[in-house]
C-alpha cells in the first residue's frame, strides 16, 4: 500500500517550452501532496504544498508563476514548470500526506533536462 | 527555528563492518523522526521511523535507529553493512507543533560500501 507514482519518469524539453508533471496515489487519497526540488548531490528543498481542491502554498523564493500547481483531486496533483530554462534542470520529487501518520509517500521522482 | 543535522557529508565503511549515521535536530517538545534511503536517480524509500513509543526502532534491511531525547538525535545503523547499501540516507524531521506533515530534512549522508 501507500504507492505514489510519477509520470514522465525522464524528460528532455527545449528552453521555452512548459512541462507538466503528474503525481498520483495509487492506493490511498492524499489530501495533501508536496513537491520537492533536488539538486544534485543535495537534499530536497520543499518547493511548495498541495491541498485539493485549493491553492497551492510556496515556499519562499519559489515563483508561483513559473511552478504551477493544480491538485485537482484526491489522487492527482501536477506540476507544470512554464517557459522552462536550462537552470530548472534538476530532479523533481513529489510526496503524499500518509494521512495523520506524520509519514509522506515519495514518487520515484523526475528528471527533468532543459536544452 | 526547525533545523536538522547530519554531521557527516560521506561515510566510508568495509562490507561487513558497522556503520552509524548521525542525525540532530533542533529540540521541540514533540518530534517525529524518519530516516529515508535513496538511490541513484529513484525517490526516497523509508527506513523506519519513530512517532513515539519505544526509543529503538527497527526498519527493513537491517537497519535501526534510537531516538534520544537529551541528546536530540536520532542515530542510523546498521551492524554489517551489505555492497547494496550503498545509497543517500537522510534524515527528516516533523515538528508537531508547526504542522504535522511538514517535514525538514537533513543534507544527507552518502553511506559507500567498500568491498
Known amino acids: 500500500g501507500a504507492v505514489v507514482s510519477q509520470h514522465p519518469s525522464r524528460v528532455i524539453c527545449k528552453s521555452g517550452t512548459s512541462v507538466k508533471i503528474e503525481c498520483r496515489s495509487l492506493?490511498?487519497?492524499?489530501?495533501?501532496m508536496f513537491w520537492y526540488r533536488q539538486f544534485p548531490k543535495q537534499s530536497l528543498m520543499l518547493m511548495a504544498t498541495?491541498?485539493?481542491?485549493?491553492?497551492?502554498?510556496?515556499e519562499q523564493g519559489v515563483e508561483k508563476d513559473k511552478f504551477l500547481i493544480n491538485h485537482a483531486s484526491l489522487t492527482l496533483s501536477t506540476l507544470t514548470v512554464t517557459s522552462a530554462h536550462p537552470e530548472d534542470s534538476s530532479f523533481y520529487i513529489c510526496?503524499?500526506?500518509?494521512?495523520?501518520?506524520?509519514?509522506?509517500?515519495f514518487g520515484p521522482g523526475t528528471r527533468l533536462t532543459v536544452t | 527555528a526547525q533545523s536538522v543535522t547530519q554531521l557527516d557529508s560521506q561515510v566510508p565503511v568495509f562490507e561487513e563492518a558497522p556503520v552509524e549515521l548521525r542525525c540532530n535536530y533542533s529540540?521541540?517538545?514533540?518530534?517525529?523522526l524518519f530516516w529515508y534511503v535513496q538511490y541513484p536517480n529513484q525517490g526516497l524509500q523509508l527506513l523506519l521511523k519513530?512517532?513515539?513509543?519505544?526509543?529503538l526502532v527497527k526498519g527493513i534491511n537491517g537497519f535501526e535507529a534510537e531516538f534520544n531525547k537529551s541528546q536530540t538525535s536520532f542515530h542510523l545503523r546498521k551492524p554489517s553493512v551489505h555492497i547494496s547499501d550503498t545509497a543517500e540516507y537522510f534524515c527528516?524531521?516533523?515538528?508537531?507543533?508547526?504542522?504535522?506533515?511538514?517535514?525538514?530534512f537533513g543534507t544527507g549522508t552518502r553511506l559507500t560500501v567498500i568491498p
Open positions: 492506493d490511498f487519497q492524499a489530501t495533501t
Open positions: 498541495s491541498n485539493e481542491g485549493s491553492k497551492a502554498t510556496y
Open positions: 529540540s521541540s517538545v514533540s518530534v517525529y
Open positions: 527528516a524531521v516533523s515538528y508537531g507543533q508547526t504542522g504535522a506533515n511538514n517535514l525538514f
Open positions: 510526496s503524499a500526506d500518509g494521512g495523520g501518520s506524520y509519514e509522506q509517500y
Open positions: 519513530y512517532l513515539s513509543g519505544s526509543t
